[in-house]
């Protein structure tokens, strides 16, 4: 009898981590020595991880897989890897990231299928990977976990048949994706793939609603076994989002029992893996926010919510496909894309309206006569900035991936249905911001110079400290439902995507505008000077699609009602609504259905995503004090959930500076 209560303490308690070992041979050395090609490195890696994986199956688990290797040496010598970025355009790390794989045609007819129909790397990868499956049947057999051994003796080679098998082939696949080196690798729409397994075997008895629950549960565990070894800015940072619901290509919720299950099971688990994005519509009902807002006060900062009715339509006036854009899913983060045929780097760049706004008032500001010049220097800043981000994305060059390819529908050209690149826009509010105070006190009450503002922002407002007061709190601010700042709002998104328009990049793919932050709104201030909304030196632009930090408000339903005003279908890349909320707001008994209402009415209004985070400054600060009393304290950081005393001092210090809000 399986006790899964005791395989949860042994994963979450970390007992598994004391299996690790570190990769002791040299292997770009080797490779080097050869002078092998990348597909040729690629494929040997793989192999060698696979052959040196030491086969661990717990005794109370059902879904096996988990790494004893804790390091990934890297195919190229420094040397190499040195001249080969010096020579190509790599993003990142130079491997693929934030993909995710056609689960459904994997998990219907296992790997032997693809041998036919892929090359010798390909063929030579899937070798590799079901001989490590059948040393872990062999392990499953010596410590007697029959049900893992019976599993995996088939699930490889031929695919799932039930819903056990389908989650251990999915665990199997997601396993080689990290081990090859891909990183950021997704799960998709799991409750669209995943339901016909699982309506199969309740239908048929084979397994009881109680018992699926449990296997979810489980499941979702598995994501927490090795995700401190995927790189990311930060850990947690790590590309395992999930997406439910949503509609089909017929226009259909797809909202299910399995949607169900995955809500519950997080709750319980209260892990920050994987990550859910909930896709919902002006059609989904009260009910299905109402479970994700129970996620949200327990404090998970997830589900991440999107728009289908902003989305499908958004991605089909890009040149998606209908059947694709109704099938979009999450990237690491928030940007949309589509499993199986998109591989989109949709994070190429990001463009910083903040700075743009700093270079348009000290070059252009003096010389404009009106408003509407200064907004006409803004739009060529943008379109300047806009076509040096393209020009650096030329050339861009991918190392090699031979078993993602074989996940991924492929062209026979090599090349794939969606190629697109993704540009994120941060700090949009501190420049609408900048633009407003611009508009009223240089040219409407004609109360400041252009040369006072402009020495003032140089200074750090030292020495203006009434001016700063006005700029800071008495100034109109995007979060306000203001349309002398949100009108500039509008403004900046408009002309960051017609600035995109018909351009077409080095894979023959669009460029797409969105409203996203990522990391850079810490970095877009490290060389930025103050702003004329009164922003000090140094401090953080709001995390994606929010407004200022100190920003006075009407509350939340102001802020969406600003944050709606834009053409969102026209920067749909992504970038969710990020919004802090005080954790006392549950003692409410009405709380959760208020909540929801609020969220349902950011969809009705338009919104394209947003994001919650219920937090308790006290408790914050605490933890950070005492990092030890706090380990499973979850927040949400920028597209996904950290623990707290995991994070840099940084990232938890741009937490407990946003505004915090009630309902």
């Known amino acids: 009898m399986k006790n899964y209560n005791k395989l949860k303490e042994y994963i979450l308690t970390k007992q598994h981590r004391a299996l690790r070992r570190r990769v002791e041979d040299d292997l770009p050395a080797l490779y080097s020595a050869e002078g092998l090609s990348a597909e040729e490195r690629m494929t040997r890696r793989f192999e060698y991880l696979c052959a040196h994986e030491t086969p661990v199956v717990l005794p109370d688990e059902r879904i096996a897989f988990l790494r004893t290797l804790c390091d990934i040496p890297h195919i190229y010598t420094e040397e190499e890897f040195a001249a080969l970025k010096s020579e190509k355009r790599l993003h990142e790390l130079g491997f693929h990231s934030n993909v995710t794989p056609d689960y459904e045609k994997l998990l219907r007819h296992g790997l032997l299928y693809f041998c036919d129909c892929t090359d010798g790397y390909g063929a030579r990868s899937i070798d590799a990977l079901i001989s490590l499956c059948d040393r872990y049947v062999t392990e499953a057999k010596r410590v007697g976990n029959d049900e893992v051994a019976t599993t995996l003796e088939r699930v490889s080679r031929y695919g799932a048949t039930s819903f056990l098998e389908a989650l251990q082939l999915f665990r199997v696949i997601h396993f080689a994706l990290w081990l090859e080196g891909n990183y950021h690798v997704t799960v998709g729409r799991f409750d669209k793939y995943m339901y016909p397994y699982f309506k199969s075997d309740l239908d048929s008895g084979k397994l009881t609603l109680d018992e699926a629950a449990m296997l979810v549960e489980e499941f979702f565990l598995s994501f927490n076994r090795d995700s401190d070894l995927y790189p990311g800015v930060q850990q947690g940072d790590n590309g395992q989002s999930l997406v439910l619901g949503g509609k089909d290509e017929n226009g259909c919720e797809i909202f299910n029992e399995l949607s169900r299950l995955c809500l519950e099971a997080s709750g319980r688990l209260m892990v920050i893996d994987p990550k859910i994005n909930l896709r919902v519509s002006k059609d989904t009902p009260l009910e299905v926010y109402m479970l994700g807002t129970e996620l949200t006060k327990k404090g998970l900062g997830f589900p991440q919510y999107t728009n289908d009715d902003v989305a499908i339509p958004a991605l089909i006036e890009l040149g998606y496909e209908p059947a694709d854009a109704a099938n979009y899913g999450m990237a690491a983060c928030w940007e949309l894309i589509v499993p199986g045929v998109g591989m989109d780097t949709a994070n190429i760049d990001a463009l910083s309206f903040a700075k743009i706004v700093d270079r348009a008032l000290h070059e252009d500001l003096l010389s404009c006569e009106t408003m509407e010049d200064f907004n006409s220097a803004i739009r060529a800043q943008i379109n300047k900035e806009i076509e040096l981000i393209c020009r650096g994305t030329d050339g861009l060059w991918f190392i090699p991936s031979p078993f993602l390819r074989i996940c991924m529908d492929e062209n026979a050209d090599g090349s794939y249905k969606y190629n697109n690149f993704g540009i994120h826009g941060t700090g949009a509010c501190t420049a609408a911001d900048s633009l407003a105070a611009i508009e009223k006190y240089i040219f409407d009450e004609r109360s400041l110079t252009k040369e006072e503002l402009i020495a003032a922002v140089d200074s750090d407002f030292c020495g203006s400290p009434e001016l700063l007061h006005k700029l800071r709190y008495e100034t109109a601010k995007v979060g306000q439902n203001d349309d002398y700042a949100d009108k500039y709002l509008c403004m900046l998104l408009s002309f960051f995507a017609d600035s995109l328009e018909g351009r077409r990049n080095c894979l023959d793919g669009i460029y797409r505008a969105g409203t ?37 408000t009407g509350g939340p339903l102001s802020v969406i009602s600003s944050l709606t005003k834009p053409e969102l279908h026209r920067t749909i890349n992504g970038g969710p609504v990020t919004l802090e909320f005080a954790s006392g707001i549950w003692s409410a008994e009405d709380s959760i259905e208020k909540f929801s209402k609020f969220i ?43 623990y707290f005393t995991a994070l840099d001092k940084c990232y938890q210090d741009h937490v407990m500076q946003r505004q915090i809000y009630s309902m």
């Open 516 to 552: 996203g932050s990522a990391m850079f709104y810490l970095r877009h201030v490290e060389d930025l000077g103050a702003s004329p909304d009164g922003r000090r030196r140094g401090e953080s632009l709001g995390a994606n699609f929010s407004v200022s930090l100190f920003a006075k």
């Open 600 to 642: 349902k009415s950011y969809i009705a209004m338009g919104g394209h995503q947003i994001q919650l985070n219920s937090v308790d400054l006290e408790t914050l600060k605490r933890a950070q004090e005492h990092p030890e009393d706090y380990e499973r304290l979850v927040v949400r950081i920028w597209g996904w959930s950290a």
